[in-house]
């Protein structure tokens, strides 16, 4: 049985895909096209009550903040550059739940993209920004 290796932090949802991974057998329906899907956050508790707080301006996260509220910024800046969404075009970045420079960097040029006028962007998700990134993903 020949294997195939998927790579990148997309999810590959359909029977197709499934199907490089099992015995094929005569009796198998030709497979579904191949879809890729962006990263989707997860739909915890946790998650939600990170979303809730951040548009609300109960949270922020900046450079050190750590856990789910950070990974779900972390999607978002995956999401907007998969979808190209304003012109956003990034670089993967690992979702590590570690707000590091490299995803301060994101934000920062997601900022200056949203905010070309605003002046100097800080690189912190605060309401304004994480309602920016909402709307930006829709």
Not at 20 to 38: E, G, K, R, T
């Amino acid at each position: 049985m020949a294997m195939k290796r998927i790579l990148g932090s997309f999810v590959v949802g359909t029977v197709a895909a499934a199907s490089l991974l099992l015995p094929s057998s005569p009796a198998q329906a030709a497979p579904a096209p191949v879809a890729v899907v962006a990263p989707q956050a997860p739909t915890t508790p946790l998650t939600q009550q990170c979303q809730t707080n951040l548009a609300d301006g109960k949270h922020i996260v900046a450079r050190g903040s750590r856990g789910e509220c950070v990974k779900l910024v972390q999607v978002w800046l995956g999401a907007l550059s998969t979808a190209k969404a304003r012109g956003f075009n990034q670089p993967d970045l690992a979702v590590d739940g570690v707000f590091g420079p490299k995803t301060r960097s994101q934000v920062m040029a997601f900022q200056k993209l949203v905010y070309p006028d605003a002046g100097p962007v800080d690189g912190i998700v605060g309401p304004k920004t994480a309602k920016a990134m909402v709307a930006a993903a829709k």
